[in-house]
């Protein structure tokens, strides 16, 4: 099992910056692959970025590629977002998520979700 706690969320200027992070609760952080998902009012959860167990595979959607960075630090059991140059429609909801074994970008094979953070980028 698998709980996740999602922080940073925020009101900020379109153009600024905001770092979130992820709590995981678990034995083993690094026996998951973790991936940033987003909800905005009105649409479907869709897939922001995603890193493997070590950190060293990433993915990114296209329209964040260039300003969001995701990380993690298993040795804190963290992950990353830091999302750069944010506009009006990077306004969301941002969940991370969790899953066992390997690294994906598809929204359904995430296992455990958190209760997800708001952000919202005026303009």
């Known amino acids: 099992q698998v709980q996740l706690v999602e922080s940073g969320g925020g009101l900020v200027q379109a153009g600024g910056s905001l770092r979130l992070s992820c709590a995981a609760a678990?034995?083993?952080?690094?026996?998951?692959?973790m991936g940033w998902f987003r909800q905005a009012p009105g649409k479907e959860r869709e897939f922001v970025a995603a890193?493997?167990?070590?950190?060293?595979?990433?993915s990114y959607a296209d329209s964040v590629k260039g300003r969001f960075t995701i990380s993690r630090e298993n040795a804190k059991n963290t992950l990353y977002l830091q999302m750069n140059s944010l506009k009006p429609e990077d306004t969301a909801v941002y969940y991370c998520a969790a899953k066992d074994g390997a690294f994906s970008i598809s929204i359904t094979r995430y296992n455990y979700w958190g209760q997800g953070t708001q952000v919202t980028v005026s303009s």
């Open positions: 678990v034995r083993t952080f690094s026996g998951y692959a």
């Open positions: 890193v493997n167990w070590s950190g060293g595979t990433t």
